[in-house]
């Protein structure tokens, strides 16, 4: 910490006995994070990965690729009721440890789960819209549709292989989706301004947003980690 810290060897200790914890929290859309400079100065936190340690990734994802169960998808993998689905980027495999009755897997054809270009994500977002709409003419009563990519395994991922987990669920988003929904109910019944045109308008005028077509981009004002 020292080193990190003062640019050297030193014995100089205050940084850690006078810290400076910042909270903030937002009441409207429920959102907290939790700031400390120390904490950037971790053992092992860097800003970008260092050419070793990139080296070494590329090395593991390579390695993976030998027997992976989705880059033979066709065979390894199952799929849904009303038959797989697939696109010319990704495919879709019904996920064998459901945590939902409507629970699949948007997988990329390509192993690599570092190497993400626009046209893969498009694909996949695309493919994804279509899974969500076969499951709710499976079950009409599953209308919250919810995607979660978890990459690689420090997210939890069991698969190196690029994958995005897609689920329709009936009765309310899963937690931080339905958190954000309270959110905005909660803040339109105490304005008579709409939630997320109060949103864009406060980001677009401190310089988070980025407009594309009807779609907004927002930086948030508070990220959700520390």
Not at 76 to 95: E, M, P
Not at 104 to 127: A, N, R, T
Not at 160 to 166: I, P
Request: charged share 20%.
């Amino acid at each position: 910490y020292q080193r990190r810290v003062h640019g050297g060897p030193s014995h100089d200790l205050s940084f850690v006995t006078s810290q400076k914890v910042v909270v903030a929290y937002n009441r409207w859309t429920m959102e907290e994070t939790l700031f400390n400079e120390l904490r950037g100065y971790r053992p092992g936190y860097s800003q970008g990965l260092p050419p070793e340690k990139e080296k070494l990734l590329k090395d593991q994802i390579s390695d993976s690729e030998k027997g992976c169960d989705f880059c033979n998808g066709n065979d390894r993998t199952a799929y849904d009721t009303w038959g797989r689905l697939s696109s010319s980027r990704a495919y879709v495999a019904s996920n064998i440890a459901k945590y939902n009755g409507m629970h699949s897997l948007i997988v990329s054809k390509k192993h690599s789960p570092i190497d993400i270009g626009f046209e893969l994500i498009y694909d996949m977002l695309q493919l994804s819209h279509q899974w969500f709409k076969q499951a709710n003419l499976k079950d009409p009563l599953a209308t919250y549709p919810q995607l979660m990519w978890d990459n690689l395994p420090k997210s939890s991922a069991s698969q190196w292989h690029l994958h995005w987990q897609a689920s329709l669920t009936r009765s309310r988003y899963y937690s931080r989706s339905h958190q954000v929904r309270e959110a905005a109910l909660y803040y339109q019944s105490q304005h008579s301004g709409p939630y997320w045109a109060d949103i864009v308008t406060i980001h677009e005028a401190l310089g988070l947003s980025y407009r594309y077509g009807e779609a907004v981009l927002l930086a948030h004002v508070l990220c959700v980690d520390t």
